[in-house]
């Protein structure tokens, strides 16, 4: 079998090129317009356009399906890479809305970085939270982006405070904004000491017109109002006495986060932080594996897929990989072992990622996320490797909140509805389960939030030509049994429950609500209930 060499003082060169991160967000604080202005500075783009459930504006890069041009949101998580700065940056641009979490959690396993979005008048907000504790859990570096500074916002400092009180983690300002709303002028630069002061464009379609002064340089009165300057002089004094040192390594580890203040929607700040970001974000970093810890510049190439797409591209009705380069080099036609199946797999048709658009790829290293064509082979989770046999950590399901048999009314339509439900099953678009009762044989869709129900009834209807019911059922807790079967026959009869299976053949314990967990946990407490399934490694799923 062939294997893919590469000098290691190459693969060091390469690993220290590359940037990646994931954008963590609350819906509309502004993820997908900064996305498009990053890639606007990226050069990636000429033009940005912002989503909105708009025909008459051009589409988000990042926004391709269907469905999200007609709500103007994100459902879905895609790749887009772009080079700045000598740097290859590979942006996993995630949705924001909650019903779609578990695409981000997901996608959170493959970022070496998450910049946190905040909307500057809201401050943190739920979902934020919520994905927050995803990053924390893996010690993620987190950058802030406060957006938004063009309209009424909360004072800097209040911004600031709540993310050290209420998320336990501390901050650094890398810039200050001067004034805000009606009076944004710009931002101070406390990396090189200079004022950034903006000129609006149009709907910040282009970069950003600005005049850069040095601290000192007496025109600064002239061209900011007298009050504002010393508002902002008098808060920069305070935060430069009082606030945290600048420390890469707290950084790295997820204690301090790099706050920046602007606009994506005008372009105001976007370069800033960008550049910024290239500099203080953590390179591609060992991970663990059941090998230990894999270096980015170990021999052998390695990678794990952390979501499959159906249908990206809907003439084809093709089914996409995205594989995580975690060591070695890739190269196009490589054989490598597939973990899961101890098969050997040709990786041909490799492709690079934006978004919808793909093009043809030779090669990647470690922290590039590459395309490939998925005949079925691959699931979420599942290691690819050359050399030693080795499995990188698993990713998780988390536990859904919302259940509902999905009937399909049209008998003569079983295959194109026992494809469209297996391959959105794969795609992990919604977790699938079963009822114990065997006789019983309609999937049961499993979701965190009632928009993917809807877009799991229109993908089948859109892209499989299936027409669907749905039958909800009254659960809104699921818990995996440890232990499996065998665990839940010792406990006995169990009430206020419903047993079903998901797709792995394990035991789910369903609930109407959290008292009635805590019933049966109390009744049994050997039982022991987990909100995460095991993750699998070496076991197939069942068969719809």
């Given at each position: 079998m062939a294997t893919s060499t590469v000098s290691e003082a190459v693969l060091t060169e390469e690993v220290e090129k590359r940037?990646?991160?994931?954008?963590?967000?609350?819906?509309?604080?502004?993820?997908?317009?900064?996305?498009?202005?990053?890639?606007?500075?990226?050069?990636?783009?000429?033009?940005?356009?912002?989503?909105?459930?708009?025909?008459?504006?051009?589409?988000?890069?990042?926004?391709?399906?269907?469905?999200?041009?007609?709500?103007?949101?994100?459902?879905?998580?895609?790749?887009?890479?772009?080079?700045?700065?000598?740097?290859?940056?590979?942006l996993l641009d995630t949705p924001g809305h909650q019903d779609f979490s578990e695409d981000t959690y997901r996608t959170l396993a493959a970022a070496d970085n998450a910049v946190m979005l905040e909307d500057a008048a809201k401050g943190l907000e739920p979902q934020t939270r919520k994905l927050f504790e995803v990053c924390r859990m893996r010690?993620?570096?987190?950058?802030?982006?406060?957006?938004?500074?063009?309209?009424?916002?909360?004072?800097?400092?209040?911004?600031?405070?709540?993310?050290?009180?209420?998320?336990?983690?501390?901050?650094?300002?890398?810039?200050?904004?001067?004034?805000?709303?009606?009076?944004?002028?710009?931002?101070?630069?406390?990396?090189?000491?200079?004022?950034?002061?903006?000129?609006?464009?149009?709907?910040?379609?282009?970069?950003?017109?600005?005049?850069?002064?040095?601290?000192?340089?007496?025109?600064?009165?002239?061209?900011?109002?007298?009050?504002?300057?010393y508002q902002f002089k008098e808060e920069l004094e305070m935060?430069?006495?009082?606030?945290?040192?600048?420390?890469?390594?707290?950084?790295?580890?997820?204690?301090?986060?790099?706050?920046?203040?602007?606009?994506?929607?005008?372009?105001?700040g976007v370069q800033l932080f960008l550049d910024a970001f290239l500099d203080y974000a953590l390179k591609p970093a060992p991970r663990n594996s059941t090998q230990g810890e894999i270096e980015p510049t170990a021999e052998d190439f390695s990678g794990f897929v952390f979501k499959l797409q159906a249908n990206m591209d809907p003439k084809h009705r093709d089914r996409v990989a995205f594989i995580r380069v975690c060591s070695g080099k890739f190269e196009k036609d490589m054989v490598v072992n597939h973990a899961r199946s101890g098969k050997n797999v040709r990786l041909s048709h490799p492709q690079k990622l934006f978004a919808q658009g793909r093009e043809s790829l030779e090669e990647a290293y470690p922290g590039d996320v590459i395309g490939l064509n998925n005949p079925g082979v691959f699931a979420i989770g599942d290691t690819?490797?050359?050399?030693?046999?080795?499995?990188?950590?698993?990713?998780?399901?988390?536990?859904?909140?919302?259940?509902?048999?999905?009937?399909?009314?049209?008998?003569?339509?079983?295959?194109?509805?026992?494809?469209?439900?297996?391959?959105l099953r794969e795609e992990g678009a919604v977790q699938i389960m079963f009822s114990a009762d065997e006789s019983k044989r309609d999937p049961i869709l499993a979701a965190v939030g009632q928009l993917q129900f809807e877009v799991v009834q229109f993908r089948l209807q859109n892209e499989y030509n299936v027409d669907t019911r749905l039958e909800p059922l009254p659960y809104s807790v699921a818990r995996w049994v440890e232990g499996g079967w065998e665990a839940l026959e010792k406990a006995g009869r169990l009430f206020n429950t419903t047993t079903v299976k998901d797709s792995w053949g394990r035991p789910v314990l369903l609930f109407r609500n959290e008292w009635n967990v805590g019933q049966v946990e109390g009744d049994h407490p050997e039982l022991k209930l987990r909100k995460t399934a095991p993750v699998v490694s070496g076991q197939e799923v069942e068969d719809l």
């Open positions: 940037r990646n991160f994931a954008i963590i967000s609350h819906p509309d604080a502004g993820k997908t317009t900064l996305t498009e202005k990053l890639l606007l500075y990226g050069g990636a783009i000429h033009e940005a356009g912002a989503v909105k459930a708009r025909r008459a504006q051009r589409h988000a890069t990042s926004d391709w399906m269907e469905m999200e041009q007609q709500r103007g949101i994100s459902i879905t998580s895609t790749v887009l890479q772009f080079d700045y700065r000598d740097v290859r940056v590979n010690s993620l570096p987190i950058f802030t982006f406060f957006n938004k500074m063009d309209r009424p916002a909360r004072e800097p400092l209040e911004l600031l405070d709540e993310i050290e009180q209420e998320l336990g983690l501390a901050t650094y300002a890398v810039n200050w904004p001067i004034g805000m709303g009606e009076q944004f002028r710009g931002v101070f630069d406390r990396r090189k000491r200079q004022f950034h002061l903006f000129e609006r464009t149009a709907h910040g379609s282009k970069a950003a017109g600005k005049t850069v002064l040095d601290l000192g340089d007496p025109r600064i009165e002239e061209l900011v109002d007298q009050e504002l300057y935060i430069e006495e009082l606030g945290a040192e600048l420390d890469l390594e707290a950084i790295h580890a997820g204690q301090l986060s790099p706050v920046f203040f602007g606009s994506a929607m005008t372009n105001f690819i490797y050359q050399g030693q046999k080795l499995e990188y950590e698993g990713i998780p399901c988390f536990s859904p909140e919302l259940f509902a048999y999905l009937r399909n009314p049209n008998p003569s339509k079983f295959k194109q509805f026992h494809k469209g439900v297996t391959e």
